[in-house]
């Protein structure tokens, strides 16, 4: 397991080397670390209070375990970071919930975390925006401190952990190509998923998965699926070893503009509602 601050030190680093070339993804990028920052500060706030120890957790259960003494203190400050740093309709989307007093935040944090791969069908998109950015890095410490999973038998189209929806896929070398594996946008676990499959309905015609590339965006790539008209964006870490997947998927806007235009709906939303 990588040391806790270098993964979040990683991928503001990378956050910011990307906002540096990519300007139309610069404010979205500028955005995220600050995000990222509270994302750490949270993460070490919650290994501090609940120890390094390893624990045994059944396949999907993590959404099981939910500390709202732990956390609720610091929902209020991640809402002001939130409201000052956001663009106008989130911030202003987030002003309405930090009205809406400790109850109503405990809620919303309740009914995102118990949703599931179905999402939250009683939050508001700003809501389940806020309330999964925050509750991320707690979902991430849990997933960490698991006993490893066993090694499934097939390749799952949700987190074997929390039964989250992927984020983003990725390409790890393998050989002489790539081994393909998805990424939970909640608590981060990383899972095996087949090459070509379409991991929201299962398609495997490879004549009804079409892919695109941007020459900007080499190493990034639009997997989409022609008969539930999904996409999975994937990046590609045999073209760029560099990459953070999470943060490289953030930059990647003309591909999320290309897949919008042509009628594909995300797996997953990211952090700027792409």
């Not at 080499?218 to 022609?226: K, S």
Request: hydrophobic share 45%; proline share 7%.
């Amino acid at each position: 397991m990588r040391a806790a601050g270098s993964k979040w030190d990683q991928r503001i680093e990378r956050a910011h080397a990307l906002a540096a070339v990519h300007p139309a993804a610069a404010e979205g990028l500028r955005f995220y670390e600050r995000i990222a920052g509270f994302q750490r500060s949270l993460y070490a706030d919650v290994a501090a209070a609940l120890g390094n120890a390893i624990e045994p957790r059944p396949p999907g259960s993590l959404r099981e375990e939910l500390d709202l003494g732990l956390l609720l203190p610091a929902f209020p400050g991640f809402l002001a970071l939130v409201e000052a740093a956001a663009p106008a309709p989130l911030s202003r989307s987030t002003a309405e919930l930090g009205a809406g007093g400790a109850a109503r935040w405990q809620d919303v944090l309740v009914e995102l975390w118990r949703a599931g791969a179905d999402g939250p069908s009683q939050l508001t998109a700003a809501e389940a925006l806020v309330s999964w950015t925050f509750l991320q890095p707690y979902a991430e410490f849990l997933a960490d401190h698991s006993e490893p999973l066993a090694e499934a038998g097939s390749t799952p189209d949700c987190c074997p952990r929390c039964s989250g929806r992927p984020q983003v896929g990725v390409l790890r070398p393998l050989g002489d190509g790539g081994k393909r594996s998805l990424i939970c946008a909640l608590c981060a676990t990383e899972w095996d998923f087949r090459r070509i499959v379409c991991p929201a309905c299962g398609e495997e015609s490879v004549d009804k998965l079409p892919v695109y590339v941007a020459e900007e965006l080499g190493h990034v790539r639009v997997e989409a699926c022609d008969t539930c008209r999904h996409y999975i964006k994937t990046i590609d870490l045999t073209k760029d070893g560099r990459a953070v997947p999470v943060v490289d998927e953030l930059a990647a806007i003309p591909l999320s503009l290309w897949a919008e235009e042509h009628g594909y709906a995300k797996v997953q939303t990211n952090l700027l509602g792409l």
